[in-house]
């Protein structure tokens, strides 16, 4: 054990004793301030809804004080059911539009006589999208292989509820052959409302593994593709003299038959539009169609579809067990939420307006914080048209403020893309989502609603082939390419930016629970601050277990600071706990004062991307720098200065420094855990010695010391705050 603690000293002496010859120098750029930013405003936590039974592990005295323990101060609720294809009962007391069977449009109660603990989601019957981006588990009713199932478009869609013609924004379904096809048959079984006017077209152009890839080519009517005057029932296309090869079909809807179903006594009913099956291939000259779907109720096999909307119609049998939200009082009472607003959301793609506005009376009647909402989650990843959503936002826009005009609302709560966000091209081959959603809000003179802009980031989807290294020092551009983008598209400075969740990468794997994750976390939220992002939520701080998921080799992990044990009680703290822990409390400081962000060059051999640096001065008026040394073999020598200095920072510093020296993690699939776990080591440099660096293979040091200049602002949480 001697022998050990001698080898340990011995290794650890550079850090503190290193030659003055260093090859590596950091300028800190002390003149103009890139941003300023105040702690508890700008750092938070996202929470998100699990599968039965696993709220448990979270809402726990002993785990909520693991969870506040992270310096990142606000928090967002995160809805699952948005990515599910399935409407959120916020609260399981409530109203059917169809009592007597349990069925149809669901509005919550905004009443409770007991604390709601935990909330579902009800998946849809007439669902339109094959995939979906929570548990995949679903399928579209359109190729199902049951003629009595059918979708159904949104009716909050139709033109009683938007007040403009169906055709400026039809309604459309995709089929994605998924390789090039011969197409000049279509058989349609509709159901009502059937469509009297439609066009069918094809995709001239590339194809794309993804929708959003479909940027090089153009929508096409086939020759015979124009159907005016159906009348429903069963219809059999010839599209064209002869088989058009390719990869997708699009049926564009644009006038109903306002037709509903015997008996229906409700407006939503004859709204939009409803097709039972679909089938598409070629046709003979006697008229029989050699059918190229795939017809399965399955969404693995079945031939994959996309449509512009669902209706968020369902019944009480279609409670989904694999989503189970935190009920809003258990959430707001755990102790989390430390007193501070909360960033809460409302359904949109697969809800009504009317149950967003019970929720914010509820809301308002408990007496909770929230003064930002979130409305949907990812509508990108569903597919939905950009003036689709806009179309909705405005409607739940109008219900919400009737309830509490003060609420500011935002979204759309992008998945993560790290080339931009594009929707499947319109007629006009326009791509852009947040030009198209900008565009159409601004048309109805209703820009003014939109007050908070809110994306996701998780750069990196592989977790196999390239090396954490290299996937690091390719991350300052992702962001430079991504904010260009945006400005690109007219998304307005003037309103706050959100990253509502953040982290690795949205799949699981190894890489989430080593040293990397806490290197790449603590550069998303400087990068991010100092571009002028207001808040950022990290996503992944409850209590979890390693997982495999969607990676294409046995990889296993999961964004997660803390692992539970067999028990679900907190066993371990991960590189992601302790490097929040460096960013938010030794880098950053006092929650609520007014911090400013500088930047910082990296000269010599660190020059190359492996090395990065953040400054920032606190309100106590020490200057505190954060550098990460993304090189996994190498360690860097770094001597610090700043703008104008002739001689180098003179001591002493508070240093604070994390490695492989501090973890390692041992793999066994969901076995798997740390070897070992070590807080950040810890030292103090001498006085009036310039500051030299010893930066091991892949760390994050934080060095804190006096600098030049006054501190920006006191001590004091009132002063400096950015309102909400």
Not at 437 to 461: H, I, T, V
Not at 578 to 591: C, D, H, S, T
Not at 667 to 678: D, L, Q
């Amino acid at each position: 054990m001697r022998l050990f603690t001698l080898w340990l000293a011995l290794l650890l002496m550079p850090v503190r004793q290193v030659a003055a010859s260093e090859n590596t120098a950091i300028l800190i750029e002390a003149g103009q301030a890139a941003a300023q930013v105040v702690p508890s405003e700008a750092l938070g936590a996202g929470l998100d809804g699990h599968k039965q039974g696993e709220l448990e592990r979270t809402y726990t005295p002993e785990a909520a004080a693991e969870v506040s323990s992270i310096p990142f101060y606000r928090l967002s609720y995160r809805l699952r059911t948005e990515l599910g294809v399935a409407v959120w009962h916020w609260n399981e007391e409530g109203a059917w539009s169809d009592p007597e069977r349990a069925q149809g449009y669901w509005i919550s109660s905004d009443k409770a006589e007991k604390p709601i603990q935990a909330t579902g989601g009800y998946k849809l019957p007439r669902r339109g999208n094959t995939h979906d981006e929570a548990n995949h588990d679903g399928y579209s009713r359109l190729d199902d292989g049951d003629e009595a199932s059918f979708w159904k478009s949104n009716p909050f869609l139709d033109r009683h509820f938007t007040g403009e013609d169906n055709a400026l924004n039809p309604q459309w379904v995709l089929i994605n052959f998924e390789k090039e096809v011969a197409i000049d048959g279509l058989r349609i079984l509709w159901a009502e409302p059937f469509a009297t006017d439609y066009e069918v077209q094809y995709w001239e152009g590339e194809a794309a593994e993804y929708y959003k890839d479909m940027l090089r080519g153009r929508w096409r009517a086939f020759p015979k593709g124009n159907a005016a005057g159906g009348a429903g029932g069963e219809a059999l296309l010839r599209l064209a003299d002869a088989p058009v090869p390719t990869h997708y079909l699009r049926i564009v809807l644009k006038k109903g038959s306002g037709t509903a179903p015997a008996g229906s006594a409700d407006i939503r009913d004859r709204l939009g539009f409803a097709i039972r099956e679909l089938y598409a291939g070629t046709l003979d000259r006697s008229g029989n169609l050699k059918d190229r779907m795939v017809h399965k109720a399955d969404g693995k096999v079945q031939t994959k579809i996309v449509t512009s909307s669902t209706d968020p119609w369902h019944r009480a049998i279609d409670r989904d067990p694999k989503i189970e939200q935190p009920g809003i009082d258990r959430f707001m009472s755990s102790g989390l939420t430390r007193g501070r607003p909360v960033l809460m959301p409302t359904g949109l793609l697969y809800d009504t307006p009317d149950n967003a506005a019970a929720e914010i009376r509820f809301l308002k009647a408990r007496g909770y914080d929230v003064r930002q909402i979130e409305l949907g989650e990812e509508p990108d990843g569903q597919y939905a048209s950009p003036e689709h959503y806009a179309a909705l936002f405005i409607q739940f826009a109008d219900a919400i403020h009737r309830e509490n005009p003060a609420l500011v609302l935002g979204g759309p709560g992008f998945q993560s893309e790290v080339d931009g966000w594009n929707a499947i091209p319109d007629d006009a081959g326009r791509t852009s989502w947040m030009g198209r959603f900008l565009a159409y809000l601004q048309q109805k003179n209703r820009g003014s609603d939109f007050g908070f802009f809110s994306f996701e980031w998780y750069p990196f989807d592989d977790l196999c082939e390239a090396s954490p290294a290299a996937q690091l020092k390719e991350h300052p551009k992702l962001v430079r390419q991504t904010l260009e983008r945006l400005k690109e598209d007219g998304v307005p400075s003037s309103i706050p930016w959100i990253i509502t969740e953040f982290g690795y990468s949205s799949f699981a794997g190894q890489r989430e629970v080593e040293v990397p994750a806490a290197l790449l976390n603590a550069e998303i939220a400087a990068q991010y601050l100092m571009a002028g992002v207001k808040t950022l939520y990290l996503y992944g701080v409850e209590p979890s277990s390693p997982v495999k998921e969607g990676a294409d080799c046995d990889t296993w992990g999961q964004l997660m600071a803390l692992q539970a044990g067999k028990d679900g009680k907190v066993q371990w703290r991960l590189p992601t706990y302790y490097g929040a822990k460096l960013v938010g409390q030794e880098w950053l400081g006092a929650p609520d004062g007014v911090h400013s962000l500088y930047r910082a060059r990296v000269a010599g051999s660190g020059g190359d991307g492996s090395l990065a640096a953040y400054a920032v001065q606190r309100p106590d008026g020490q200057w505190a720098l954060m550098v990460l040394n993304k090189d996994a073999a190498r360690t860097r020598q770094a001597g610090v200065r700043f703008e104008g200095g002739a001689a180098g920072w003179p001591g002493p510093h508070e240093v604070f420094q994390y490695s492989p020296r501090q973890y390692a993690w041992r793999p066994g699939r969901e076995a798997g855990h740390p070897k070992f776990s070590e807080p950040p080591e810890q030292y103090r440099t001498e006085p009036g010695k310039p500051l030299s660096l010893s930066l091991p293979p892949m760390s994050l040091t934080v060095v804190r010391g006096a600098g030049p200049g006054k501190p920006t602002a006191a001590l004091d949480a009132g002063k400096g705050k950015v309102a909400d």
